[in-house]
């Protein structure tokens, strides 16, 4: 007897998950977040399917018959809905987390384990990201990367000393840019930048330098970093650390302009323009895929007629079964477009 074909699932955006952060400002608002008065918000986790164990980190649907649903029972109910022949995170979950990010003040210096040191450290996980530049006030950067010729030991002694910055590489950027952080590369978000990020599904970062916060609740993670921080060579694996999406070629069809900004063994982004009234129909081929909202406002519609808001801000994850879901610009919109790679990767989680 053939297997019962999935239950096809509906386009899905979520409730916005607020973190309170050190950092954080309050201009998640131009994105439709309800921040609190006088909150330090920096993170909306937008698309997440964590473990348990970390709390807030299950992403609840926001509207439709599934409402209050979380994407952990949708998955669990049937993971072939969900996933397709995608296989899950290592600890089980969808295998791409989904966050807005809101520096009002510098991001701790940090770097996330790399696949040696999770391998040897099983309740640590794998770390790749990267950002999409939202908005950034004049001369704002990011820090990514060391000097090449800085070494370990002087890299962690000047940490120590509170001299550490000049051993960062520090990269102006601005709403466009696309900066690729993969795990094992020291980086910080700077001041006065806000930005989508897309990453494998885990929580585990190790802090360097703080700026001098000395907060408890905030404490650093030297011994950890110093185990897979990459230096010299090592950080340079053969593709770009930043893509500026106005020198990226784009290939324009039927009023549909794509330029692909990213990728990386875990997944790849993709920059969509559609002019106003355009539609954008997408074939699934038995895969999810996620639309992020960057600018304008426009929908998704699925083949049974279920419609979701894909506006600025608002991530959408099309689940594997979605019956031919079909995007349409109700003004000018710019989206990203993240998919899972032809290969997943091994150490997702």
């Given at each position: 007897?053939?297997?019962?074909?999935?239950?096809?699932?509906?386009?899905?955006?979520?409730?916005?998950?607020?973190?309170?952060?050190?950092?954080?400002?309050?201009?998640?608002?131009?994105?439709?977040?309800?921040?609190?008065?006088?909150?330090?918000?920096?993170?909306?986790?937008?698309?997440?399917?964590?473990?348990?164990?970390?709390?807030?980190?299950?992403?609840?649907?926001?509207?439709?018959?599934?409402?209050?649903?979380?994407?952990?029972?949708?998955?669990?109910?049937?993971?072939?809905?969900?996933?397709?022949?995608?296989?899950?995170?290592?600890?089980?979950?969808?295998?791409?987390?989904?966050?807005?990010?809101?520096?009002?003040?510098?991001?701790?210096?940090?770097?996330?384990p790399d696949p040696a040191y999770a391998d040897a450290h099983p309740d640590t996980f794998v770390k790749n990201e990267a950002w999409f530049v939202l908005d950034a006030e004049p001369g704002a950067a990011v820090y990514r990367g060391i000097d090449p010729a800085c070494t370990s030991e002087a890299f962690f002694a000047?940490?120590?000393?509170g001299d550490l910055l000049r051993h960062l590489t520090r990269i102006e950027v601005r709403p466009g840019d696309c900066v690729r952080l993969p795990s094992g590369i020291c980086h910080a978000l700077g001041e006065g930048v806000l930005v989508a990020e897309v990453q494998t599904p885990s929580d585990t970062t190790f802090?360097?330098?703080?700026?001098?916060?000395?907060?408890?609740?905030?404490?650093?993670?030297?011994?950890?970093?110093?185990?897979?921080?990459?230096?010299?060579?090592?950080?340079?694996?053969?593709?770009?650390?930043?893509?500026?999406?106005?020198?990226?070629?784009?290939?324009?069809?039927?009023?549909?302009?794509?330029?692909?900004?990213?990728?990386?063994?875990?997944?790849?982004?993709?920059?969509?323009?559609?002019?106003?009234?355009?539609?954008?129909?997408?074939?699934?081929?038995?895969?999810?895929?996620?639309?992020?909202?960057?600018?304008?406002?426009?929908?998704?519609?699925?083949?049974?007629?279920?419609?979701?808001?894909?506006?600025?801000?608002?991530?959408?994850?099309?689940?594997?079964?979605?019956?031919?879901?079909?995007?349409?610009?109700?003004?000018?919109?710019?989206?990203?477009?993240?998919?899972?790679?032809?290969?997943?990767?091994?150490?997702?989680?």
């Open positions: 007897m053939s297997p019962t074909p999935p239950l096809p699932l509906p386009p899905l955006r979520f409730e916005a998950i607020l973190k309170a952060r050190a950092w954080g400002g309050d201009r998640l608002t131009r994105f439709g977040r309800d921040v609190p008065e006088d909150a330090a918000i920096g993170e909306s986790w937008d698309l997440a399917d964590l473990p348990s164990s970390i709390e807030g980190g299950r992403s609840r649907v926001a509207e439709g018959p599934l409402a209050g649903r979380t994407l952990a029972e949708l998955r669990t109910d049937d993971p072939a809905a969900v996933l397709g022949h995608r296989p899950p995170a290592a600890t089980g979950g969808f295998p791409m987390l989904v966050k807005l990010l809101d520096a009002r003040e510098n991001l701790s210096v940090q770097v996330h000047a940490a120590s000393s802090r360097v330098w703080d700026w001098n916060r000395d907060d408890p609740n905030r404490p650093l993670h030297l011994a950890q970093a110093r185990a897979c921080m990459r230096f010299g060579d090592r950080q340079n694996d053969g593709r770009p650390a930043v893509v500026r999406l106005d020198d990226v070629p784009g290939v324009e069809r039927d009023g549909i302009m794509t330029r692909r900004l990213c990728t990386t063994d875990d997944f790849t982004i993709d920059h969509l323009r559609l002019a106003a009234g355009r539609r954008l129909p997408i074939a699934m081929d038995g895969e999810p895929r996620v639309l992020i909202g960057i600018s304008g406002t426009g929908a998704v519609t699925d083949a049974a007629g279920r419609t979701v808001r894909l506006s600025a801000g608002d991530t959408v994850l099309l689940p594997a079964s979605c019956g031919s879901p079909t995007v349409e610009a109700r003004g000018d919109l710019n989206l990203l477009w993240v998919d899972l790679p032809v290969m997943p990767a091994g150490a997702l989680a």
